[in-house]
């Protein structure tokens, strides 16, 4: 069996300005944001950004092609306010294409004999 788990980012992130102001700016609500100071992860990294996200619309299963197409799609409208934002901030697109396989049918083992005991008569 295959898994496979796709997706596009475009993530802005800054010191100056809060997703609130990125928003303002674009006109465009995110699918994510976090301030300076929170924490995440199960190791409670403190953030030194504020973020913004917009992700992908695309099922998971969808090729990295068309999950750019879900984004740029999105955004296209507000490009020019990307990139005047971009001035104060990081812009970056994340492309995520993971794929496992799940093994084949493994056969179960007996486990093997150190060696053969006797009883003692």
């Not at 303002?24 to 944001?33: N, V």
């Not at 409670?44 to 992908?56: E, N, Q, T």
Request: glycine share 8%.
């Amino acid at each position: 069996m295959e898994h496979e788990s796709n997706g596009v980012r475009l993530k802005i992130t800054s010191k100056v300005l809060t997703a609130a102001d990125i928003e303002a700016r674009l006109g465009l609500k995110p699918d994510e944001s976090w301030k300076i100071g929170e924490t995440t992860g199960a190791f409670g990294v403190v953030l030194k950004d504020h973020g913004y996200a917009i992700d992908s619309t695309a099922s998971l299963k969808a090729p990295i092609s068309e999950h750019l197409r879900s984004v740029i799609k999105r955004i296209a409208p507000v490009a020019k306010q990307i990139g005047e934002v971009s001035t104060q901030a990081t812009v970056e697109m994340i492309c995520r294409g993971l794929q496992s396989h799940a093994p084949a049918h493994i056969r179960p083992r007996r486990p093997a004999l150190a060696g053969r005991h006797r009883r003692a008569p």
